[in-house]
């Protein structure tokens, strides 16, 4: 394991963040413009790789959510009367905005979550990217839909495509920019004002997009922003003035949410957990896939939902894939996330760092064999750090084998052949993303079709804005991205007339 030295972690990132626009702040976004927030909580901002708190932010009401949700209400009539081309310049606009704050949105998202610098400078281009695309859809909002009754053609019906009113956005503290844009934009293309709650460990980053679409002159009410804990996501979820609900985060808080939205009969999208697997296919080729290893299996220092934490090899490449796995994670950079070289920051918070090491303790009593890490103590004294760890001989019932760990920890798990790795990759609660690593890509995406999972990646992983991406089973309801992940945000009228044939 390499380390960038904690020395100077503290000055420099209090330096760092004292350069910031945003630090203690005490108004809430609502109605185009900061308004202080009516309640007098507050909730601390800890830099995860020193433990020091450098920001605060207020805790929104219920006076605050009613201010918020009636700004989205009175804004809903204007902002959907605008034709999706007018809507699409002004996100073209939003787009060159964010992308002129990469900077300081870069730092402050590293300072509230631990996400290596490296990561976080591409948050805003990748923003910006998602806006555009959306923005290049206006053409499908505006298209002419006119169907024929199959059975009656002199019934003619024209399909229309309405917003669907205001939405709660509601991201999670490991991408917090990018798990709000892949909700924003779509909304704002349909017509639809929103409100968005960040996760309370990273409140501060999303200001930037607020900024941003304020600056593009999106009309007041369109975007407004609270911060809060989970009671005050709770209470946006079931406000009555709420159309739609939008939650990235954990599957036990998303059922409780589809719960909610169950008994209110009111339209939700859930991108929650995953425990996704990389098939490791007998001609693999394992240069390249040392290439991609930390990217599409521990990214963001294992902290993205879709990631293959789940290696599985057959006998013959096992001891090389054990071997690959163990020298290219312990060879990565662990150390300041404010530093280029770095590939592993910490956990995000002291909580995720404590149940991390829990599932390490687990994998060690269960009998799984320490490759890389293990229990060793973090080089750091101060912050939540955990060391990057890979576990070989593990066996698919052990809990690290099951259950999402959220953190830097990689299991490889041996099959008897590819059908028993198939089954192995499909015995899970989950199924969100995967990977299926092999030389013959016709063979490859033979197996990838065998894996129950909503997205699979042929010898890497990546997202593509074009198409649909969401979880099966226990990973989520609904998709984001694409026609599909529009459609998400829009509800059909259809209009039936008589023709003349």
Known sequence: MSTVSATTFADAHEDAAAGLPYRHVDD?????????????????VTDPATGTVWARVPVASAGDIDHAVAAARRALPGWSGRSPSERAQLMEA????????????????????????????????????????????APYLEREDVRVAPLDPTVETSVHRDPIGVCALIAPWNFPINLVVIKLAPALIAGCPVVIKPASPTPLSIRFIVDAAAEAGIPPGVVNLVTGDGAVGERLVRHPGVDKVAFTGSTPVGRRIAAACGELLRPVTLELGGK?????????????????????CLRNTGQTCYIATRLIATPERYDEVVALAAATVSGAVLGDPLDERTVFGPVATAAQRDIVRGFIDSGLAEGARPVAGGDVPPPFARGSWVVPTVFADVEPGMRIAREEIFGP?????????????????????FGLGGIVFGADPDRAFE????????????????????????????????????????????????????RSV
Not at 28 to 44: S, T
Not at 277 to 293: E, K, N, Q, R, T
Not at 411 to 423: E, L, W
Request: charged fraction near 25%; proline fraction near 3%; hydrophobic fraction near 40%.
């Open 409 to 429: 920890v990689l299991t490889v798990i041996p099959a008897r052949d590819v059908d028993d790795a198939v089954g192995i990759a499909n015995a899970t609660e």
């Open 276 to 296: 996704s697997s990389a098939i490791v296919l007998p001609d693999a080729d394992l240069d390249a896939m040392g290439s991609v290893l930390i990217r599409s």
């Open 28 to 44: 809430l976004f609502i109605d185009g413009d900061y308004r202080r927030a009516d309640g007098e909580g507050r909730i601390d």
């Open 94 to 137: 939003m787009a060159d905005a964010v992308e002129r704050r990469s900077d300081a949105l870069a730092v402050t998202n590293s300072l509230e979550n631990g996400s290596p610098i490296a990561e976080t400078r591409r948050a805003a281009s990748n923003a910006a990217g998602i806006l555009r695309y959306f923005a290049s859809l």
């Open 447 to 498: 197996v990838a079709r065998r894996v129950d999972t909503g997205s699979i990646g042929l010898g890497f992983f990546a997202s593509n804005h074009a198409a649909p991406f969401g979880g099966r089973h226990d990973s989520g309801l609904g998709v984001e991205y694409g026609i599909e992940g529009l459609n998400a945000y829009l509800t059909p009228q259809s209009v039936h007339r008589r």
